[in-house]
């Protein structure tokens, strides 16, 4: 089973910053089957990215994604108030579908 | 609109079962996947298994298999989740998703079920 590790556990900025999650993977992942998701307190996660680097309909421009192989890279640009949140990584492979454990991303 | 419609919480008791829907409306029904995915508290997302609704096809994580069963009614656009042999540790919040054939991206999700298992 591959494995998902993202980092940091936990990301302290202000609104107006650069964010930046990383995704690391035990095991090469096919760019196709990488997918981030954002998810708020009481609410299911919403796709943000899929295919490693495609925005999902309706997300702002100011969320990218990038990476490849076992390194992967989630950026949010300027951060907005409602950007903060827990996010997640997941993959497809051979024994299934994986998340990562998520990074929260919390007001400083 | 999409929509992926689950139904309200469950409490059982250690040992015995649930049986989850999760009702799919605003799109073409068997031109879908349906995923389950459990979240326990302030826990992150584990993947439980997968239903192909063209052709009825499963697969389950290894974790869960032989104490999962997925299955659909065609006619009324609904899948279930069943978890057997329940515990402690199954206490989470149940939600089913949307995956467009091998696009490895859930694009819709429903809003959730509790399932609390405590005797």
């Known amino acids: 089973e591959i494995v998902l590790t993202q980092s940091p556990g936990t990301l302290s900025l202000s609104p107006g910053e650069r964010a930046t999650l990383s995704c690391r993977a035990s095991?090469?992942?096919?760019?196709?089957?990488l997918a981030w998701y954002q998810q708020k307190p009481g609410q299911a996660p919403r796709l943000l990215i899929y295919?490693?680097?495609s925005r999902a309909t309706g997300i702002p421009d100011r969320f990218s994604g990038s990476g490849s192989g076992t390194d992967f890279t989630l950026t949010i640009s300027r951060l907005e108030p409602e950007d903060f949140a827990v996010y997640y990584c997941?993959?497809?492979?051979?024994?299934?579908?994986?998340f990562g454990q998520g990074t929260n991303l919390e007001i400083k | 609109q999409v929509q992926l419609v689950q139904s309200g919480a469950e409490v059982k008791k250690p040992g015995a079962s649930v049986k989850i829907p999760c009702k799919a409306s605003?799109?073409?029904?068997?031109?879908?996947?349906i995923h389950w995915v459990r979240q326990a508290p302030g826990q992150g997302l584990e993947w439980l298994g997968i239903?192909?609704?063209?052709?009825?096809?499963?697969d389950y994580a290894h974790t869960f298999r032989g104490r999962v069963i997925v299955t659909t009614d065609t006619s009324t656009s609904t899948v279930y989740m069943e978890l057997s042999s329940l515990r402690s540790e199954d206490t989470a919040v149940y939600y089913c998703?949307?995956?467009?054939?091998?696009?490895?991206?859930?694009?819709?999700w429903g809003q959730g079920t509790l399932v609390t298992v405590s005797s």
């Open positions: 295919g490693a680097s």
């Open positions: 997941q993959q497809y492979g051979s024994s299934g579908y994986t």
């Open positions: 239903i192909n609704l063209s052709d009825g096809g499963t």
């Open positions: 998703a949307r995956e467009a054939p091998a696009t490895y991206k859930f694009d819709y």
């Open positions: 605003g799109y073409n029904f068997i031109n879908y996947y």
């Open positions: 095991q090469s992942v096919t760019s196709d089957s």
